[in-house]
């Protein structure tokens, strides 16, 4: 589900207390103006944008649309905001205008970097990724001056893609919050678009049954599979498990470790079982408690109804 908010500031104003800490948040920001510039950057501030400098990833992060199992919305929701426009500038104007900024947010686990690199690989646009909690620790009571850099590095590698994992803790920080929407909005100046297509926001949910039949075909496909398993089944026993802890049961299913007198060529044949799953599943549990689930429903029907 979309919904359509004019700024990240309401978001925050939701999220307090001790709430906060449940949640798992993404921003995920873009320059439309991108003519190929990737120049050199000479803003303010030389030193801190050469440690940002490192937190750019290599557009060519080999993901793409199919490496993500479900999340169909989402999916159409970044095509939209993101890959169209950089395609087909002309045709994205006016009336319709693209979001500047999606916010993804729901449990980990469930798949937001995994969308975000595979808009990166789309696009081929710089991929700038921060991670707050590790920049704020070394950039502590910095934080400000850091987004501004953030987004004057992004301006002087148009096109790119502002990545922030954990922007809960950023806005934490005072002063970031706005600093944080003075460049949203910035951005949005810089090419006349108005208020009201700022940010959008969209809840990544834990996979439902047929997400989870994608994903674990997704995890097996170079694996040789025994012919009594069956993904169905696996799909079925393991509702309430995030993406992330289904390619932990995955991983651990076709990982087998009696290879030691084989040869090479049957080591790669030995085919995953069903009970190499039943197995797994013993050991790996659900890392989100339903709970945790509960609240980000409850929130998340007071959020829709603003
Ligand atoms: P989040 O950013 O929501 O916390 P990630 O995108 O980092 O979660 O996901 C962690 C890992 O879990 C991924 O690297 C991938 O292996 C797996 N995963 C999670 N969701 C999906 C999904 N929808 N499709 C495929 N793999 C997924």
């Known amino acids: 589900m979309v919904y359509n908010t004019p700024s990240l500031s ?3 104003e939701k999220v307090s207390g001790k709430d906060k800490a449940e949640f798992n948040y993404c921003v995920f920001l873009y320059n439309v103006e991108g003519v190929k510039s990737k120049g050199e950057y000479n803003g303010p501030d030389p030193q801190l944008a050469a440690t940002l400098e490192k937190e750019i990833l290599d557009a060519n992060l080999g993901l793409g649309w199919d490496d993500v199992a ?35 947010f729901g449990p980990p ?7 975000a690199k ?13 991670t707050c909690s590790s920049l704020c620790a070394k950039w502590d009571g910095e934080s400000e001056r850091l987004v501004r850099c953030l987004f004057d590095l ?25 600093e944080l929407l003075v460049q949203i909005n910035g951005l949005n100046n810089s090419t006349n678009n108005t208020a009201g297509k700022s940010v959008t ?3 990544i949910p834990l996979p439902d049954f047929k997400s989870r039949k994608e994903l674990i075909k997704i995890n097996l496909k ?5 012919p009594d398993l069956d993904i169905d089944q696996l799909a079925q026993r393991t509702e309430g498990y995030s993406g992330d802890d289904l390619t932990n049961i995955c991983r651990d299913a076709s990982l087998n470790d009696e290879i030691k007198n084989m040869s090479e060529a049957e080591i790669l044949e030995i085919p995953v079982t069903m009970d190499d799953f039943v197995e797994a599943l013993k050991k790996i549990q659900p890392t989100v408690s339903a709970g945790d689930i509960e609240r980000h429903q409850k929130w998340f029907s007071e959020f829709g109804s603003t």
């Open 70 to 104: 479900g999340l169909h919305e989402a999916k159409k929701l970044l095509q939209e905001a993101v890959v169209l426009p950089l395609w087909m500038p002309k045709y994205f104007q006016g009336i319709r205008r693209p979001w500047r900024g999606v916010l993804m």
């Open 154 to 178: 992004a301006r002087a590698r148009a096109p790119s893609t502002i990545f922030i994992d954990e922007i809960d803790s950023l806005c934490n920080a005072r002063g970031v919050k706005s």
């Open 118 to 130: 595979a808009v990166a690989t789309e696009c081929g646009t710089t991929f700038l990724s921060v």
């Open 10 to 12: 309401c978001i925050q």
């Open 109 to 115: 686990g469930t798949g937001k970097t995994l969308l």
């Open 222 to 226: 170079s694996i040789t599979l025994a």
């Open 201 to 203: 926001r969209i809840y």
